[in-house]
């Protein structure tokens, strides 16, 4: 066995930790792998001091750096072809579930140490155990993302992080080809959106509305001209059932989904070709908002289905 020596961070006692001898084929998963000592690291202010917004702007001009939350997340950000920057682990999950994480992650450096120093490092218990620093990319424009999509998703002032993480999951998974977000969305690289979300915020494309196509308009306008019928989510004397049959039809649909409070702007309601809402029974005349993107994401994404998309 390897025994390794280590005190500091608060230990009042001297730490012996005993490692398996493990076979060249087992061995440390990772050659760069640096136990944490000093909590005051400037390599560790990543994960320790900077703000979502901080992060958000981190390499600014150019695109920032965000947080995976689990070697399931991270993975999926790697395979989507996200670039590392570091890794923060839990000494225990160095052979465990982190390890092949780890190893596709070569030349960049893993810091590791007990999972209370962590917390205490971080502020919360990490998720599986590990967290990973990667460089944001540029978005793509709003016409990249329309190009060959026939259903995607509009978030309008969607602020909840979980929220917005568990839309892109839902959007993943029942047949949305993209999601377009307004400025005034909580971002979906933010670390509880990205963790809800179960790294399908990889999965599915999106972006963010610019000034180019501020939202309502002239986005609406630009949607139309790509060939998108718009249908507002909003409960008016006008609203249409969700399997409405000339909703169901329109080749090209682009659902719009409203902040968790107010719901959407009239002026978006108003310049949408469709209102839509959904049949609720005991008195119940809403849901929230990542509910209700699921309920119509189903039914509204089955014409994919329908068409063998």
């Not at 209370?116 to 502020?123: A, D, I, M, N």
């Not at 249908?231 to 609203?239: I, N, Q, R, V, Y």
């Amino acid at each position: 066995m390897h025994i390794a020596y280590r005190s500091g961070i608060g230990y009042n006692k001297i730490c012996f930790i005993i490692y398996p001898v493990l076979s060249e084929e087992e061995s440390m998963p990772h050659a760069n792998i640096i136990y944490v000592t000093n909590l005051q690291l400037p390599e560790l202010e990543l994960y320790s001091r900077f703000s979502e917004n901080q992060l958000l702007h981190y390499f600014e001009p150019g695109p920032g750096v965000f947080i995976a939350e689990s070697p399931i997340v991270a993975g999926r950000a790697l395979d989507a072809g996200y670039e590392p920057i570091s890794i923060l682990v839990e000494e225990s999950e160095l052979y465990g579930a982190s390890a092949e994480l780890i190893s596709r992650c070569q030349g960049i450096p893993v810091y590791t140490a007990p999972g209370e120093v962590l917390t205490q490092l971080t502020g919360f218990a990490l998720t599986r155990g590990l967290l990973c620093a990667m460089r944001r990319r540029p978005l793509p424009s709003v016409a990249e993302i329309c190009a060959g999509a026939s259903r995607i998703a509009i978030l309008e002032n969607v602020v909840n992080p979980t929220n917005i993480g568990a839309i892109f999951r839902s959007a993943a998974a029942l047949n949305m080809d993209a999601v377009l977000l307004t400025s005034g969305c909580s971002d979906p690289l933010y670390r509880r959106a990205i963790r809800v979300s179960m790294g399908t915020v990889f999965q599915i494309p999106w972006t963010i509305f610019d000034r180019e196509y501020a939202w309502p308009q002239p986005a609406m306008s630009e949607l139309q001209k790509f060939g998108f019928k718009t249908a507002a989510m909003a409960l008016t004397d006008k609203s249409v059932c969700i399997d409405d049959p000339s909703v169901l039809a329109e080749e090209k649909l682009a659902i719009v989904l409203g902040t968790e409070g107010d719901g959407l702007a009239q002026k978006t309601i108003a310049d949408c070709d469709y209102t839509i809402r959904i049949p609720m029974s005991h008195g119940v005349d809403s849901l929230n908002v990542a509910a209700a993107s699921a309920v119509a994401f189903w039914q509204l994404g089955m014409k994919a289905v329908r068409d063998g998309k």
